[in-house]
């Protein structure tokens, strides 16, 4: 029997692979058609803007925030509506990364194909019949309530800034507006130039950090509650200054607090005591239990990656590890986030994943998904009353709830004039368990503008849901 020589037997090899590969891509091309007429690259498809036959993009409510008409595409008829939800939504670019029309561009628009297979390949025009191809819109149905948004930009005014309101149970988002923000019927011409518009294209509620001031105290509180046995009954004495760490940590306007407790010291946001925590606390365990609470990393959802809340303490001293246990130093928290920590707490510790669409032609896109827990429930449970002590104390807040709270005020001058206001909290409500996070960029009068921003909004969800 005659041996087959190594040549021929890896020519054999090759030509089995060869014809092997020729037929999976044969079977692949008639079973994927569809898909391959859909490819940008297909000059064959008839020339549009990919929304020119976009479907509906509607809000909870099924209003309608932006269709295609005669391959045109147009926005809700309100301005003020279209400037609240073009971060959602998006225009006709592809600028905003967080816009529906960006994300799920492909999507909102479906390619199905008829007839044969031979399509696109080069074959005699005679082959190929354009009328196969049916064009049709997807049609997408969102979280948030239209009316919300229009409330929140009002509410925002002319700062920049953001609001995020969401359902910590479901995950669903009932309201995320950030500013500055444009009309997506009519975009400026100078959007590119103008200050005014600087960082329009940004969602501040998803791809920004800041600051987190005291609102940040949620997180040194946790640390310290499941670290320091009893530490919600020890006591402090608050002198308004105190070197700590070598260097001076003050409390707001240098006011002395006098005695405190925890509770006392969340309420009266006082940051000796939890510069004091931080310090106590050490590096280590405060950024271990950051990182559980959102911290250095992004999380993803509606395909959406958001940016990063930053603790590192790595090279700092004691007098700064002290200011970090106050949201202060190098800290930098995202709104998102912020919410989602409220919402732990409102939860018993877990999270749930945010996200804002609902449905594609009616069928369900998300269900409710538990994140990893941020704080176990006797922390959570201890922090909620907390917290709701601390906004009966505000004696600010909208009255239609039940509301558990936290401030912040992020000094960004080094005179203290100018800050960045905070507010973050949850609702004790069966009909609206809402968590929120409220941000006005560069106010002079401390934390209360976000409170006044935060109560139109509360009032508005009372109207509406309650």
Known sequence: MRKISSRSFMILIMTIAFFAGLAYHTVNLVVHTAEWIAVPSNTHLPKHSQLEYAGKILDRNNVVLAQSVERKRYYHTDEQTRKACVH???????????AVQTVYRSKLTSFRFTGSTLFGLGMPDAMKKIDDIIITGNDFRLTIDSRLQKTALQAL????????????????????????TY????????????????????????????????????????AAIQSIPDITKSTYVCPGTEIVGGHSV???????????????????????????????????????FANQMGFNQSFSFDGIETAESVYDVTDANDNQLAWSGVGQYTV??????????SGAIANGGTPVKPYFVDTINELSQNTPTLCPPMLDKPTADTLREMMEYTAMTYGALDNHFRICAKTGTAEIS?????????????????????????????VNSGSMEAIIAANQVLSAIAEYYK
């Open 332 to 341: 930098l928290e995202t709104p998102v986030n912020m919410a989602m920590i």
């Open 183 to 222: 009309d997506p019927q009519n975009v400026p011409e100078d959007i590119e130039t103008n200050e005014a518009y600087a960082g329009a294209y940004l969602n501040r509620a998803l791809s920004a950090s800041y600051p987190p001031g005291s609102t940040f105290k949620l997180v040194t509180a946790n």
């Open 414 to 442: 080094d005179d203290g004039t100018v800050a960045h206001a905070w507010l973050t909290g949850f609702l004790v409500d069966e009909d609206c368990p809402l968590a929120f996070s409220v941000l006005l960029e560069r």
């Open 88 to 98: 959602i939504v998006g225009d006709n670019s592809v600028n905003i990364a967080t």
């Open 250 to 288: 003050s409390c707001y306007q240098h006011l002395a607090h006098g005695l405190l407790d925890m509770k006392e010291a969340l309420a009266k946001s006082c940051n000796i005591y939890f510069g004091k925590l931080a310090l106590a606390l050490g590096r280590d365990t405060m950024t271990d």
């Open 157 to 180: 005014g002319d700062y920049k800034g953001a609001m995020f309101f969401y359902n910590y149970k479901t995950g669903e988002i009932l309201c995320m507006v950030s500013t500055p």
